[in-house]
């Protein structure tokens, strides 16, 4: 079975940095594409970031340059490092699997970013 538990949110001042992690259980992370995403009061939910199995990070627009995705093969487990954190990062991060069409997703981690 595939679980994914998300960690690591919290209350940041603007500038500040969190690092979020994903642990999975069930599959391996080196094996398939793992995904961040978040979702913000009264939004859609929106992709963020993303490792491929290769290991080459992919990221959104709206937060190149200060996030940082990366992983731990032998925790299996999905980092997200956020730096120079804005109040428009604030939503719950939610970690995604995509297995055969299935999503598998965790029950996210709020961040709250004050100005």
């Known amino acids: 079975q595939v679980q994914l538990v998300e960690s690591g949110g919290g209350v940041v001042q603007a500038g500040g940095s969190l690092r979020l992690s994903c642990a999975v259980s069930?599959?391996?992370?080196?094996?398939?594409?793992v995904s961040w995403y978040r979702q913000a009061p009264d939004k859609l939910r929106e992709f963020v970031a993303t490792?491929?199995?290769?290991?080459?990070?992919s990221y959104a627009d709206a937060v190149q340059g200060r996030f940082t995705i990366s992983r731990d093969n032998d925790k299996n487990t999905v980092y997200l490092q956020m730096d120079s954190l804005e109040p428009g990062d604030a939503a719950v991060y939610s970690c995604?699997?995509?297995?055969?069409?299935?999503?598998?997703w965790g029950q996210g981690t709020q961040v709250t970013v004050s100005s």
């Open positions: 995604n699997l995509n297995i055969r069409g299935v999503d598998y």
């Open positions: 069930g599959i391996y992370v080196s094996a398939n594409r």
């Open positions: 490792i491929f199995r290769s290991g080459t990070p």
